[in-house]
């Protein structure tokens, strides 16, 4: 990665606001005032801000419940971010969502759930109306590697390439379905398996490489744009923390720090000093701005309880 160029101080801005607002979150966790689950992207900040860096606002993304990185990364406002996990009535969805399911359609930042794998079918309906109403929109789902061993996800991937659909499917592999490892539960290689649907993938082994993963999506994107074709990235990632929660579970003897101690002496989030000291300060005054936000924003007004239900 090239420190002295302008993508590389973009892409770690945003990745380092990303890693110190969920920083923010685990401080602020015991107190109780967040008022939802969490599930950190600490160690997988590099795959949102490479992919989304390559985004437009009009163009759609659909995440999964692990979605703070791409909510901040696709533009969504930190402080409706913030004031939504506390709950409050001026949260991105009013504090009725949580952080499992934040959205902000005005960025493209068209939402993401509990259920794993649920949004890959939305994201291929939204590539379908993209092509037939013929629109110049690119499609992206984001997704786990426990999300492929859903039934769902080989009937979208298989939809979307019959269709010829403009959609970016983007696999985060972290190696785990909560507690479980991918080499215990499939027998196929995510990528490898995409080619047997028609659909051209590729593998990102650097994932902490924000630079690489932007690179890669750059030329994804233009091909999809070129030939009208569903492509796939699967890129490997690393998250420190535990599955939900605050803390991290290596004390839970599955998994050991040996890998983390590996991934971490690459993580240019811990060893680029100098560009950590150029930016940190302005990151910590938006962070803090977005908790003021949230603590002075009100609860919502019982009355709230049943609006916005169709």
Known sequence: ????????????????????????????????????????????????????????????????????????????????????????????????????????????????????????????????????????????????????????????????????????????????????????RQSFNISKHAKEYGIESEYIADGYNFCSIHEKTLENLNIIKSNGMPRLLEIETFRYCEHVGPGDDFSSGYRSTDTFEDWKSKDPLINDKESIKKFLPEINEKIQEAVNFAEESPWPEAQELLSEII
């Open 1 to 184: 990665m090239k420190k002295s160029s302008k993508i590389y101080e973009k892409l770690f801005r945003m990745s380092l606001l990303i890693r110190k607002f969920e920083e923010k979150i685990i401080e602020l966790y015991p107190s109780d005032k967040i008022q939802s689950p969490v599930h950190l992207s600490i160690g997988q900040e590099a795959v949102a801000s490479g992919i989304c860096a390559c985004l437009s606002k009009d163009d759609l993304l659909f995440g999964t419940y692990r979605s703070h990185a791409y909510y901040i990364a696709k533009g969504g406002k930190l402080t409706e971010m913030m004031a939504e996990l506390y709950g409050k009535s001026t949260g991105s969805s009013k504090g009725k969502a949580g952080s499992m399911h934040l959205a902000d359609p005005s960025v493209g930042m068209m939402g993401s759930s509990a259920v794993v794998a649920s949004t890959i079918p939305h994201a291929v309906g939204a590539a379908l109306a993209a092509k037939n109403l013929d629109k110049n929109q690119l499609i992206v789902s984001i997704f786990g590697d426990g999300a492929t061993d859903e039934g769902v996800y080989h009937e979208s991937i298989n939809f979307a390439s019959l269709m010829k659909l403009p959609i970016l499917f983007v696999c985060e592999n972290n190696g785990l379905a909560v507690h479980s490892f991918q080499k215990d």
